[in-house]
């Protein structure tokens, strides 16, 4: 299904894209970053801090990483302090390109099983798809959050993957 360098191509453009979101939440308030703009998760420090706990269970999932202590309902306040979310999501960003740096085609052969806590079961699917889920969901919510600072006037760089620097040898 895919290819090790999905993988570290997809971990590189989630460091790029956090960057870039961060740099324009920061242009906000604490108050602006946190202010309920009708999203999923109602505002832009609750979206990123439920994708930097999302993106912590994942790792927990396909490396040797452990799973954040809180559970899903609370991943909103996974991480409260701004300063803080921004150092633990850059950290967060170099531990997914170091686990794709060791992606193998070996590896990605066959399922991941874990045991799901929304499903309450144990799951078992194929590890590409696995992957592949992770860097969309990253994108989907970095997508709500684009457009939350967009309208907040905060202006998110583009999100476009082909202007992303390819990855060199």
């Known amino acids: 299904m895919i290819r090790p360098i999905f993988a570290q191509t997809m971990a590189r453009y989630n460091r790029w894209q956090n960057a870039g979101l961060y740099a324009a939440a920061d242009r906000l308030s604490d108050e602006d970053r946190r202010k309920d703009r009708g999203a999923f998760f109602k505002s832009i420090h609750a979206t990123l801090s439920h994708l930097l706990w999302a993106d912590h269970m994942w790792l927990s999932r396909i490396s040797d990483a452990p799973?954040?202590?809180?559970?899903?309902?609370?991943?909103?306040?996974y991480c409260e302090d701004?300063?803080?979310l921004k150092r633990r999501r850059i950290a967060c960003d170099e531990l997914l390109i170091a686990w794709a740096d060791g992606v193998t085609d070996a590896w990605l052969t066959g399922d991941?099983?874990?045991?799901?806590?929304?499903?309450?079961?144990?799951?078992?699917?194929?590890?590409?798809?696995?992957?592949?889920?992770?860097?969309?969901?990253?994108?989907?919510?970095?997508?709500q959050v684009h457009a939350m600072l967009t309208a907040a006037g905060a202006g998110p760089p583009d999100t476009d993957l082909i202007l992303m620097e390819p990855l060199t040898a």
């Open 112 to 143: 991941l099983v874990w045991r799901s806590g929304v499903l309450k079961a144990e799951v078992a699917r194929p590890k590409g798809l696995v992957v592949s889920h992770i860097f969309n969901h990253q994108t989907h919510h970095r997508g």
């Open 82 to 84: 701004w300063e803080t």
């Open 67 to 77: 799973p954040p202590s809180t559970p899903l309902a609370q991943s909103v306040s």
